[in-house]
């Protein structure tokens, strides 16, 4: 029903009153409450004081992520869909830039924008949205200062597989619900089933449990050339696949056209690890084995003095 963007995105706006935590369903109070103290963890577990004080800070440090979306408002999963579908990237710009939304919201959309014009190859839309990712988290600035420092459009491209392989949250899609961690912690943090992002369905369950194509409405205040535009964006998504394979792909290019970039033992590690068999992908345990296999080949017999060629030979043993 709405006639305009801005009714559009103020009818999107929910606040959680519950929230999904590892299967269980919490309420809003509970599932915010600070973690428990390393002696409660103690009555459950039977740990070493190393191990509680390691679960005591990961406790703590995700605690002090999600407390501040503890009175926040969020987009509801409808409306996302309808954004991430029907939306081409000007108007996903006039999103982030809209103020029915909050800054918070602001940010994550523009930085699905920035991710969204990095693979669809839309340099000049990219750098559009970069000072709106450095007003909203001035800390983006360092993340991206390699992508801002590039002088050529192929340095620009390397440097951003950089940041995205380096980064598990980023998507191309607009997410719903609560962030996920913004950066890898330089161990395992990007091989979760949720680093990245799968490739947009056109198919869903209906609630008789069959498997149905997905019907998304259509803004009314949207034209038929900005639907147009989205319907070939949000097609080449598709065609693009799970994340962890085309970042892998893409890392093996790289490889191939700047085998000197220092950044690429680093990049040819997390492109292996993303792809392993024990990592659940986006259709189950498939995964993409021949380009695990190759990134693994050419860190080993390109690199072989890198820490990171070091590391992956101790995971081996």
Not at 99 to 121: G, K, M, T
Not at 236 to 244: F, P, Q, S, T
Request: hydrophobic share 40%; with cysteine; aromatic share 10%.
């Amino acid at each position: 029903l709405a006639q305009d963007l801005t009714e559009f995105l103020r009818a999107g706006l929910r606040t959680p009153v519950a929230f999904n935590a590892d299967g269980r369903i919490l309420s809003r109070t509970k599932f915010f409450e600070p973690p428990a103290p390393s002696e409660e963890v103690s009555d459950v577990f039977a740990l070493s004081e190393d191990s509680k004080e390691v679960i005591r800070r990961a406790a703590e440090a995700e605690f002090g992520r999600l407390s501040p979306w503890k009175d926040r408002t969020l987009l509801d999963p409808k409306t996302t869909e309808i954004l991430n579908t029907h939306f081409p990237l000007p108007a996903l710009l006039e999103v982030s830039r809209s103020p029915a939304l909050p800054d918070y919201l602001r940010q994550r959309i523009a930085l699905a924008i920035w991710v969204r014009a990095i693979v669809l190859q839309r340099p000049l839309v990219a750098d559009n949205v970069v000072p709106d990712l450095v007003k909203f988290s001035p800390e983006m600035r360092s993340v991206l200062a390699p992508y801002l420092g590039a002088r050529t459009a192929k340095e620009k491209e390397w440097a951003a597989l950089f940041v995205m392989l380096r980064n598990p949250n980023l998507s191309p899609l607009i997410a719903d619900g609560l962030p996920q961690p913004s950066s890898n912690d330089g161990d395992s943090m990007y091989y979760f089933e949720s680093a990245w992002w799968c490739p947009p369905s056109l198919t869903e369950y209906s609630m008789e449990g069959d498997l149905v194509s997905k019907n998304v409405t259509v803004p009314s205040f949207l034209t038929a050339a900005q639907v147009a535009v989205a319907k070939r964006d949000h097609t080449r998504l598709i065609e693009i696949g799970d994340a962890k394979s085309y970042l892998g792909k893409r890392v093996l290019e790289w490889a191939k056209a700047a085998p000197a970039d220092p950044r690429l033992p680093e990049a040819l590690f997390i492109a292996s690890h993303a792809n392993a068999q024990y990592k659940y992908g986006c259709d189950g345990w498939n995964h993409d084995s021949t380009t695990k296999e190759q990134t693994e080949r050419l860190l080993r017999t390109r690199y072989p003095n890198s820490v990171w060629t070091e590391k992956l030979r101790n995971e081996k043993r």
